[in-house]
C-alpha cells in the first residue's frame, strides 16, 4: 500500500497496442476470476486460463516495468485509455475494487503465477459471509504482502468528505479558547529560575545485551498454543470462581465454544494441547468444580458426536496439513465409543495415511468392538478390508484371530499377506496354528511372512509342526530358495535341540529322488552352519567323511566358516 | 532503478536489518577473535544469504553511514530497539575509520567479507592520512576484488530531498488518525454496539497505520500522533492513541507487519469494557467508593465477554480478549482482576498496559491533571517490575525518548521548543530533534534542531503547555 497520490499510469500516448494488449489481459483476468468460482483447483480449463494470463502479463513486461490501472465506480483506465467497462455492478471487476476502497492496482514486471492466482482467490471470497470471513479484501491483500501487486486507496473510504484538516481546526479552536481563558500572555522567561529534572540512573532505562535478546526472542518466537492454554486457564479459573449462575452459564458457553473453536478452526495440535491442559485442571487445582467436570465431559461428547466425525472426515479430506499424530492424539482423546463411527466413515476418508490414523484409533479403543470390526470384512472395496485386517491384528482381542483366519482364504494375495502380519502379531497357540496352516498358501510371498513370523514368534512349540511339514508332497514342491529359508527358519527357532534331527536329515534319510535329497541336504548344511556350536561342528565333520559327491565343497566352506 | 523502486523492494523484503545485525556480531566477534574461526562461519553463512537477497533484487548492495543513520541501497534503514544497538556500533566504528561505506555489485565470499571487516576492526588511520586509500591497499593486499569502500563527503549526497514526504506523511496520519476515531465513535456510539462494530473496517484502519508507523521520514515521529487530545471525547481519543502508541512500540520493538496489526487492533478495542460501566462512575472527580470500583475492576471481563462474541475465538480475535483481560493485571499479578494460577502475561498485554498509562497520565481527566510526558515516564519508570515488565519499561523510555514528542520544552537559552522526535542512541534519549516556537534569540525562531548535534543547547526542563498556552500538536503538524 502506498500513499502517494495515484498516478493514472502509463505514458500519455501509449501506443494503441499497449493499450489493447492490457484489455487482453483484464479480459483474461476476469475469465480466470469467473472460471476459479466455478471450477475445482485441478481443473483444466482453470489451468488453461491460468497459463493465458500469466503468458499475456509475461509478454507485456518483456517492454514494460509495470502495468498501472486507475479503478473508477464502472470502469478500469490504463494510461487514461478505457480498458474495461461493465455497468452490472454485481459482476463488475472495477465496481468490486472501487466500493472496497481501492481506486488503483499496478502489477509489476516480476508478478508471480501465484500472486495472480491468490488475488484472484481474495477477489472470490463471499465477502457477505461475514460470520466466517473475518476480513475485508484490502486487508486479506495487505496481509498476502504481494511482492509485485500494489495498490491504492481512496481517501474517502471512511470519511466521506475528507477533513484532514479537521484535526487542525480542532487544534486551532482549542488554543484560541485557552490562549483566551490564559489572556494570550506572553511568554517570559528566567533562565535563572529553571531547575534541571531529577536525573534518571542510567540503569534504569538502559537496555543491557541480555535483555535486547529477551525482547529479541519474545518478537521473533510467537508461542500459539501459550496463547490458547493461558486463555483457558483464565477462563476455568473464572467460572471456578463465578457464582452467578447466569454468568457460569456465559462462562461455560465461551469455555465450549473456545475449546471447539480449535476443531472447528482444523487446528488438531491446538485442541490437544488444550485438552490436555483441560484434563490436568479438572484433575487438578479444578477437580472440586462439579461444574468444570462435567463440561469436560460434555466438550468429548459433542465431539464424539457423528456430526462432528462427520466434520472430521471432510476437513481431513479437504486439508493435507494435518499432522498424522495430531489426528491420532485428537481421535484418542474423544471417547472410546466412537469405533462404530470411526469404522462407518473409516471407507470415505480419501488419504491413505489419515486412513490409517482412523486404524489405529479404532484398533486402540476397539477390543470390545471385534465382532463389529470383523463383521466388515465383507461387502468393503479391498483397500477398506485390508485396513480392517489391520486392526484386527492390533485390536488385541483373541476373538480377532478367527476373523483373521477367515481372511486367509481371501482371494486376494495382498489381503492374506496383510492376514498374516495381523495374525502374527499375536502370540499364542491359535496364532501360531494359523501360521503353520499359512506355509501352505498357494503364494510364496504369503508362505515366507508366514514363516518369517512364526520366527519372530520364537515359540520352540512351533517347531514340531514345521517338522512335520518336511517331507510332505506340498515341501517337496517348494523351490529350493524356500526350501532353504524354511531350514534356515527352523534352524533360528530351535537352534542346538535340532541338530540330532538334523543330523539324522543329512545322514541317515532316505528320500523320494536325488534331487529332493540334494536340495533338502544343501538346506541342513546351511542350517547346520547357521547354528554354528559343536554338535554342528561334529554332524559337519562326520558328514564330511561320508557323503563324497559334490555337497563336499559345501560341507568344507561350512566347516571353515564355523571355526572362523 | 528509481529510489522508490528500491525502498518498495527493500521494505517487501526486510533483510537489511538481519544484515546489520550479523554484520554486528561479526565485527564484534572481530575483536577478540581471527576471521579464520569457525565461530563465524554461521553468521557469515546468514548474512550472505541476507545479502544475496537484496542482490538478487537490486543488483547491488551499498552501506552508508551517515550522522546517525544506516543507508541501504541509498534508502534509509529504519531502526528498531533490536537492531539498534548494533547500527550504534557500525556507524560509530565506519566513522571512526573516516570512511563513508562499502559496496559490491558481486556477492563477496564468506573469506572476503571476513577479512574486510577484520581490516575495518584492526586498522584505524592516522589523522591526515587518506582513509580511503590506506583501505583499498589493504583490500588490493588481501585480495579481496568484489568490495569497494566508500568515501565519507559521497554519503552528504544521497540524503534525499524529504519535504514532500513529510507533508504527505503527515497528512495521510492524520486523515488515518481522524478516520479511527470517528470510526470508533460511530460505531460505539449506537445503542446495540456489539453489533455495530464493523471489525472489518477496524482492521483496514489498523493495517493503515501500522503502514505509516513503519515509514521513517525527517523530523517527524509516527509517535507523535498520540500528542492530540481531546477531553470532550476522551474514551475514543484514548484508545486511537493507545492504538498509535502500541504500533509504534511494537514497531520499535521490531514487531513483524502482521503481529502489529493484530496488536493495534487488540490496544483499539482494549478498553471496550468500559462502555459498560456507568457514566458516573467513569466520569466521576473524586475518588471512587468501593462499591464503585469493584463495579470499575470488571471492566476487563466484560470486554472479554464482548469480545468473545467478536470473533473473538480466531487466533487474531483472541489477542483482542487477552488484552482487554489482561491490561489491568499488573506485572507482579498484583492488578485486576486477580487470579490464583500466575502466569506470565502476552507481550501485547504488557505492551498496552505500559502505553495505556502513558496515553491516561498524560491527558487531563475530570478527575486529574495531565503529567507532562517526562513525568509520565518517571512515574511508569518507577513502577516497573512491580506494574510493568520492566524491560519493555526501558524499551519503551529509550524508543520514545525522555522526552517523547509532543513535550513543550524549555532549553538551556530560553527558548521554548516542542519536542518531534527523539533520537536513537543511548547517550542521546535527553537531546530529541525540536521545533523552537518562541526564543529569544531571533536567529533561532521556527528553527528545527537536532539537539544531538547542538551541545550548545540542552533541555533545562519540560513545561506544562497549558499552563503557557501552547498548544503542542499545532506545531507537530502544521509546516
Redesign the interface.
Known amino acids: 500500500?502506498?500513499?502517494?497520490k495515484f498516478d493514472m499510469g502509463g505514458e500519455i500516448g501509449t501506443n494503441a497496442t499497449k493499450i489493447n494488449e492490457v484489455k487482453d489481459i483484464i479480459i483474461s483476468f476476469v475469465k480466470l476470476k469467473r472460471a476459479q468460482r466455478i471450477y475445482l483447483p485441478n481443473n483444466e480449463i482453470l489451468q488453461k486460463l491460468h497459463i493465458e494470463l500469466v503468458h499475456k502479463f509475461k509478454k507485456f513486461f518483456m517492454e514494460d516495468e509495470s502495468i498501472s490501472l486507475l479503478i473508477t465506480p464502472t470502469d478500469v483506465y490504463y494510461a487514461k485509455s478505457l480498458v474495461y467497462s461493465n455497468p452490472d455492478r454485481s459482476e463488475s471487476l472495477a465496481f468490486q475494487l472501487y466500493s472496497n476502497?481501492i481506486n488503483g492496482i499496478t502489477f509489476y514486471k516480476g508478478v508471480e503465477d501465484k500472486e495472480l492466482f491468490d488475488l484472484i482467490s481474495i477477489l472470490n471470497i463471499d465477502m457477505l459471509d461475514?460470520d466466517n470471513i473475518?476480513?475485508?479484501i484490502?486487508?486479506l491483500m495487505?496481509?498476502r504482502?504481494f511482492?509485485f501487486i500494489?495498490y491504492s486507496?481512496r481517501?474517502d473510504?471512511?470519511?466521506q468528505n475528507?477533513?484532514?484538516n479537521?484535526?487542525?481546526d480542532?487544534?486551532?479552536r482549542?488554543?484560541k479558547d485557552?490562549?483566551e481563558k490564559?489572556g494570550?500572555?506572553d511568554?517570559e522567561?528566567?533562565?535563572e529560575e529553571?531547575?534541571?529534572?531529577?536525573v534518571?540512573p542510567h540503569n534504569?532505562?538502559?537496555?543491557t545485551?541480555d535483555?535486547?535478546e529477551?525482547?529479541?526472542s519474545?518478537?521473533d518466537y510467537?508461542d500459539?498454543s501459550a496463547?490458547?492454554i493461558?486463555?483457558l486457564?483464565?477462563l476455568l479459573?473464572?467460572l471456578f470462581h463465578e457464582r452467578n449462575q447466569e454468568e457460569i452459564s456465559?462462562y461455560i458457553n465461551?469455555i465450549e465454544?473456545?475449546v471447539v473453536?480449535a476443531f472447528v478452526?482444523g487446528n488438531l495440535r491446538i485442541f490437544n494441547a488444550l485438552i490436555m491442559r483441560y484434563s490436568e485442571h479438572k484433575n487438578g487445582?479444578f477437580s472440586s468444580s462439579d461444574v468444570i467436570v462435567s463440561l469436560y465431559d460434555k466438550i468429548i461428547s459433542d465431539l464424539s458426536s457423528e456430526p462432528r466425525i462427520d466434520e472430521l472426515v471432510d476437513m481431513l479430506n479437504t486439508t493435507y496439513h494435518q499432522g498424522l499424530n495430531d489426528v491420532l492424539l485428537y481421535l484418542l482423546n474423544l471417547k472410546k465409543d466412537i469405533v462404530p463411527l470411526l469404522l462407518r466413515r473409516l471407507p470415505d476418508l480419501k488419504h491413505v495415511s489419515y486412513r490409517r490414523v482412523f486404524c489405529e484409533a479404532i484398533a486402540q479403543n476397539g477390543y470390545d468392538y471385534v465382532d463389529l470390526i470383523g463383521s466388515k470384512l465383507q461387502n468393503a472395496p479391498e483397500v477398506i478390508i485390508k485396513d480392517i485386517i489391520y486392526i484386527l491384528g492390533k485390536v488385541k482381542n483373541p476373538k480377532a484371530l478367527e476373523y483373521l483366519s477367515k481372511a486367509m482364504r481371501f482371494p486376494s494375495k495382498e489381503l492374506r499377506l496383510e492376514a498374516v502380519s495381523s495374525i502374527g502379531r499375536y502370540r499364542d497357540d491359535n496364532s501360531e496354528k494359523y501360521l503353520v496352516e499359512a506355509l501352505l498358501d498357494a503364494d510364496l510371498d504369503v508362505r515366507t511372512s508366514a514363516l518369517r513370523n512364526i520366527v519372530a514368534h520364537g515359540s520352540f512349540k512351533t517347531v514340531n509342526s514345521l517338522i512335520n511339514f518336511i517331507g510332505t508332497d506340498d515341501f517337496n514342491r517348494k523351490s529350493f530358495q524356500e526350501k532353504r529359508r524354511f531350514f534356515l527358519a527352523l534352524a533360528k527357532l530351535a537352534g542346538p535341540a535340532i541338530v540330532n534331527y538334523f543330523e539324522d536329515l543329512l545322514l541317515n534319510q532316505k528320500y523320494q529322488s536325488v534331487q529332493i535329497e540334494n536340495e533338502i541336504k544343501m538346506c541342513v548344511i546351511a542350517a547346520l552352519e547357521m547354528i554354528g556350536d559343536h554338535a554342528s561342528l561334529d554332524v559337519l565333520k562326520k558328514a564330511k567323511a561320508k557323503i563324497k559327491s559334490a555337497l563336499s565343497e559345501q560341507i568344507e566352506n561350512a566347516i571353515r566358516n564355523i571355526q572362523k | 532503478m528509481s529510489r522508490e523502486d528500491i525502498q518498495?523492494i527493500k521494505k517487501?523484503l526486510n533483510f537489511d536489518k538481519q544484515a546489520i545485525i550479523h554484520i554486528y556480531r561479526i565485527c564484534k566477534l572481530l575483536v577478540t577473535h581471527e576471521p579464520d574461526n569457525e565461530i563465524f562461519s554461521k553468521t557469515v553463512h546468514n548474512l550472505l544469504y541476507a545479502i544475496s537477497k537484496i542482490l538478487e533484487q537490486e543488483g547491488v548492495f551499498s552501506l552508508l553511514f551517515v550522522k546517525s543513520d544506516i543507508y541501504l541501497n541509498k534508502a534509509r534503514i529504519q531502526q528498531n530497539?533490536?537492531s539498534f544497538?548494533a547500527s550504534e556500533y557500525l556507524i560509530k566504528l565506519f566513522i571512526s575509520r573516516n570512511i563513508g561505506g562499502f559496496e559490491f555489485y558481486v556477492l563477496p565470499d564468506s573469506r572476503e567479507l571476513l577479512l574486510f571487516f577484520y581490516s575495518l576492526i584492526k586498522y584505524s588511520p592516522a589523522e591526515g592520512v587518506d582513509a580511503i586509500k590506506v583501505f583499498e591497499d589493504l583490500l588490493e593486499l588481501s585480495g579481496i576484488r568484489n568490495i569497494r569502500v566508500l568515501p565519507t563527503q559521497a554519503v552528504e549526497q544521497v540524503i534525499p530531498d524529504e519535504v514532500q514526504v513529510l507533508r504527505?506523511?503527515k497528512?495521510?496520519t492524520?486523515?488515518i488518525?481522524?478516520?479511527t476515531i470517528?470510526?470508533l465513535k460511530d460505531a460505539l456510539s449506537s445503542k446495540d454496539y456489539i453489533s455495530g462494530i464493523d471489525?472489518?473496517?477496524a482492521?483496514?484502519?489498523v493495517?493503515?497505520m501500522v503502514?505509516?508507523s513503519g515509514h521513517n521520514v525527517e523530523n517527524f515521529s509516527f509517535w507523535g500522533l498520540s500528542a492530540?487530545k481531546?477531553f470532550d471525547e476522551y474514551t475514543f481519543n484514548h484508545s486511537v492513541n493507545v492504538c498509535v502508541l502500541a504500533i509504534a512500540f511494537g514497531n520499535a520493538?521490531?514487531?513483524p507487519?502482521?503481529?502489529l496489526?493484530e496488536l493495534g487492533l487488540a490496544a483499539l478495542f482494549h478498553d471496550i469494557g468500559k462502555l459498560t460501566i456507568p457514566k458516573k462512575i467513569l466520569n466521576k472527580p473524586g475518588q471512587l467508593t468501593s462499591e464503585e470500583w469493584d463495579i470499575m475492576k470488571q471492566h476487563p471481563?466484560f470486554a472479554m465477554?464482548l469480545l468473545?462474541n467478536m470473533?473473538g475465538?480466531?487466533?487474531?480475535?483472541?489477542?483482542k480478549?487477552?488484552v482487554a483481560?489482561q491490561h489491568h493485571m499488573n506485572y507482579d499479578f498484583s492488578g485486576y482482576?486477580r487470579?490464583?494460577?500466575e502466569?506470565k502475561l502476552?507481550?501485547f498485554s504488557r505492551i498496552v498496559a505500559i502505553v495505556d498509562t502513558f496515553d491516561a497520565m498524560t491527558t487531563d481527566r475530570v478527575y486529574q491533571k495531565a503529567l507532562k510526558p517526562?513525568d509520565a515516564l518517571?512515574r511508569i519508570?518507577s513502577l516497573?517490575s512491580k506494574k510493568y515488565d520492566p524491560?519493555?519499561v526501558?524499551?519503551f523510555?529509550?524508543s520514545i525518548g525522555?522526552y517523547p514528542p509532543g513535550t513543550l520544552v524549555?532549553l538551556?537559552?530560553?527558548s521554548?521548543a516542542v519536542v518531534l522526535k527523539s533520537n536513537p542512541q543511548?547517550e542521546n534519549?535527553e537531546r530529541p530533534i525540536i521545533k523552537i516556537i518562541?526564543s529569544?534569540s531571533e536567529r533561532l525562531k521556527s528553527d528545527i534542531i537536532n539537539l544531538a548535534e547542538t551541545q550548545s543547547l540542552q533541555?533545562?526542563?519540560?513545561l506544562d503547555p497549558?499552563e503557557?498556552?501552547?498548544?503542542t500538536?499545532?506545531y507537530l503538524?502544521?509546516e
Open positions: 500500500m502506498y500513499y502517494i476502497g461475514e473475518e476480513d475485508d484490502v486487508t495487505w496481509s504482502e511482492n500494489e486507496l481517501d473510504y471512511f470519511v475528507p477533513h484532514a479537521d484535526i487542525f480542532f487544534i486551532q482549542d488554543r485557552r490562549q490564559s494570550d500572555k511568554l522567561f528566567d533562565p529553571l531547575e534541571p529534572p531529577p534518571i534504569e532505562i538502559a537496555l545485551d535483555e535486547i529477551k525482547i529479541r519474545e518478537v510467537e500459539e496463547l490458547q493461558g486463555m486457564d483464565v479459573e473464572l456465559n465461551i465454544k473456545f473453536n478452526e487445582v | 518498495k517487501r530497539i533490536t544497538s504527505d506523511y497528512k495521510k492524520l486523515v488518525y481522524q478516520s470517528r470510526f471489525m472489518r473496517n482492521k483496514r484502519l493495517n493503515q503502514d505509516l492530540i481531546n520493538l521490531g514487531l507487519k502482521r503481529r496489526a471481563l465477554k468473545f470473533h475465538y480466531s487466533e487474531s480475535g483472541l489477542k480478549v487477552i483481560l482482576p487470579l490464583i494460577l502466569k502476552h507481550l517526562d518517571r519508570i516497573a524491560v519493555l526501558k524499551a523510555v529509550s525522555l524549555e538551556s537559552d530560553g521554548i543511548y534519549i518562541n529569544p533541555i533545562r526542563k519540560s497549558e503557557v498556552g501552547i498548544n500538536p499545532h503538524f502544521n
